[in-house]
């Protein structure tokens, strides 16, 4: 799945998905609601799922965010995602949490292989290498 399913709307904000973005516990959100759930909270560590309630540590823009990654507003976006993804993504020290991310970033490289015209992107790849070790 290169995005959310069409008939689902943000947990957040209830509306379409703007700049939709999926955890690594798989569910999506615009990529602005869930910055700002993590700006509500601590910004000095990782923010929970609001359906779940999991720690996020992997935040994976959709296909079509990266397409529009040339808008002014997306690419701010997008940088905070990065932002958060090099803040949080290599913290994964407890083997639950890493057993916990497995599905999700075997499911997003199964997909890969499935696919060879899309490209992985690189932080995917060091977590399912970081999380096989």
């Not at 690419?75 to 994964?92: M, P, Q, W």
Request: charged share 20%; aromatic share 6%.
């Amino acid at each position: 799945m290169d995005g959310p399913p069409g008939n689902d709307c943000c947990a957040i904000c209830h509306g379409h998905f703007n700049i939709a973005c999926q955890a690594n516990c798989s569910h999506w959100f615009c990529g602005d609601c869930i910055m700002l759930v993590w700006h509500h909270g601590s910004v000095l560590q990782p923010c929970k799922c609001p359906l779940c309630r999991r720690q996020i540590t992997l935040l994976v823009p959709g296909e079509a965010s990266l397409r529009e990654r040339n808008d002014p507003n997306v690419a701010e976006v997008l940088g905070k995602i990065e932002r958060y993804n090099h803040l949080f993504g290599g913290n994964t020290s407890s083997l639950v949490q890493r057993m916990q991310d497995l599905p999700f970033l075997l499911r997003r490289l199964l997909r890969e292989i499935m696919d060879p015209q899309r490209s992985l992107p690189v932080v995917i790849k060091a977590r399912v290498y970081i999380a096989v070790k």
